[in-house]
Antibody, heavy 117, light 112 residues
């Protein structure tokens, strides 16, 4: 069974940093590209970042470019999102999602990030 | 960026009746490889999203056949042939033709 489990969320002050993790199991992690998608409270879905299987290619939403860094460790079956210079508008549930033919076929339960003083 | 516009934003439906959601893209969704990567996701209350349809019309594993996707060009549609209580939630279309990948605003399906 495919499982994606996010962790690392919490309350952080504006300008602070946080590192999210996503532990993957039940599939061959290094065979799939991965993504982060977020959802602000009561709002819709926003794609945040993409990383290819070998980490050779990454993409970011303009809203996070230069502040967030996506990475992965295939040996540890883990996906990461380093978030710096956090703003109130980054408050959201962050999901990791597996990429299947340019769609998201498996999602974690999400981890809540709250940016507030 | 490609803007995805869904209509309606809210859809009250009677159990057993059909429902239809439209999604329009601001530009062509043809990927550089020639495919159209338009997918539909369902988000039930309090749950993460779930993939229903990928590449316009392909039902994902385990998705009931009452869900179907269609479309071409910049107009796409998700249809539920007979709405069941478990179909309540918000439905999103998403394009992966070019980065940044973008979602529609979401359509809330509720029972009348």
């Amino acid at each position: 069974e495919v499982q994606l489990v996010e962790s690392g969320g919490g309350l952080v002050q504006p300008g602070g940093s946080l590192r999210l993790s996503c532990a993957a199991s039940g599939f061959t992690f290094n065979s799939y590209s991965m993504n982060w998608v977020r959802q602000a409270p009561g709002k819709g879905l926003e794609w945040v970042s993409y990383i290819s299987r070998s980490s050779s290619t990454t993409y970011y939403a303009d809203s996070v470019k230069g502040r967030f860094t996506i990475s992965r460790d295939n040996a540890k079956n883990s996906l990461y999102l380093q978030m710096n210079s956090l703003r109130a508008e980054d408050t959201a549930v962050y999901y990791c999602a597996r990429d299947l033919i340019y769609s998201f076929d498996n999602w974690g339960q999400g981890t809540l990030v709250t940016v507030s003083s | 960026d490609i803007v995805m516009t869904q209509t309606p934003l809210s859809s009250p439906v009677t159990l057993g009746q059909p429902a239809s959601i439209s999604c329009r893209s601001s530009q062509s969704l043809v990927h550089s490889d020639g495919n159209i990567y338009l997918s539909w996701l369902q988000q039930r209350p309090g749950q993460p999203p779930r993939l229903l349809i990928y590449k316009i019309s392909n039902r994902f594993s385990g998705v009931p056949d009452r869900f179907s996707g269609s479309g071409a060009g910049t107009e796409f549609t998700l249809k539920i042939s007979r709405v069941e209580a478990e179909d309540v939630g918000v439905y999103y279309c998403m394009q992966a033709a070019q980065f940044p990948w973008t979602f529609g605003q979401g359509t809330k399906v509720e029972i009348k």
